[in-house]
C-alpha cells in the first residue's frame, strides 16, 4: 500500500496557526516532491507549496509566501506546512501530493496539479471568526 495521510486540519480563527502533516505509508519521501495543494469553494485547485525531498528546495504560490512554511522530518518520513497569520480566503481541502523524481529534477521543487503520482484524502481547513 502506497499511501499518503494527512492530518492537522480544522477550524481557526483569522490571525490564527495550523500546521499540516503528510506522512507516507508504504514508500519513502527520499526521491519524490511533495506538493501542498487546496482547492476551495468554487475554484479550481491550486498549488500551495512544493519541496523537493532530495534537496530540500522549496517553492510558494505568491499568495501564502512570508505566511507559510514547507518543511520535511528525515526520521519521520513526513512533510509539514505551517500555516501563520491565516486569512479567511486560505479556506479550503488542503491535499498532500507526492511525485517520483528523476536525475537533476530530484533537486527541483516541481509540483503540478495533474502530475502528481499520489494523493492524499486531504484535510479541511476553515478559517473563520
Known amino acids: 500500500q502506497l499511501q499518503l495521510v494527512e492530518s492537522g486540519g480544522g477550524l481557526v480563527q483569522p490571525g490564527g496557526s495550523l500546521r499540516l502533516s503528510c506522512a507516507a505509508s508504504g514508500f519513502t519521501f527520499d526521491y519524490y516532491a511533495i506538493g501542498w495543494f487546496r482547492q476551495a469553494p468554487g475554484k479550481e485547485r491550486e498549488g500551495v507549496s512544493c519541496i523537493s525531498y532530495f534537496s530540500g528546495s522549496t517553492t510558494y504560490t505568491d499568495s501564502v509566501k512570508g505566511r507559510f512554511t514547507i518543511s520535511r522530518d528525515n526520521a519521520k518520513n513526513t512533510v509539514y506546512l505551517q500555516m501563520d497569520s491565516l486569512k479567511p480566503e486560505d479556506t479550503a481541502v488542503y491535499y498532500c501530493?507526492?511525485?517520483?523524481?528523476?536525475?537533476?529534477?530530484?533537486?527541483?521543487?516541481?509540483?503540478?496539479?495533474?502530475?502528481?503520482?499520489?494523493w492524499g484524502k486531504g484535510t479541511l481547513v476553515t478559517v473563520s471568526s
Open positions: 501530493a507526492a511525485d517520483r523524481k528523476y536525475n537533476s529534477d530530484l533537486f527541483r521543487p516541481i509540483c503540478t496539479s495533474n502530475g502528481m503520482d499520489y
